[in-house]
């Protein structure tokens, strides 16, 4: 599957953005300090985002709910 799959309902940060595709929710990491990006919860999320990327399928889904765990682990979510 291509990066720019979209997730089947978008991946909402702070309650005003979305993150719409694995390409955006890839980028939202990166842009993440270094020292939060090696937190498990978002090493979790990098990892089943390059599965869905690599594979698709159910892992979208999976990528999808690593994303929103993440975020609410960091209290980021929406």
Known sequence: MPWSTA???PVRVDGKRKLLTLQQAAD???RLPADAQ???HWQTAI???INAAETGGGWIMFARIAML?????DGRGG
């Open 47 to 49: 990892e089943t985002l």
């Open 28 to 30: 939202y990491i990166m």
């Open 38 to 40: 090696h937190e498990a």
């Open 7 to 9: 997730f089947d309902d």
């Open 69 to 73: 765990r993440a975020l609410h682990a």
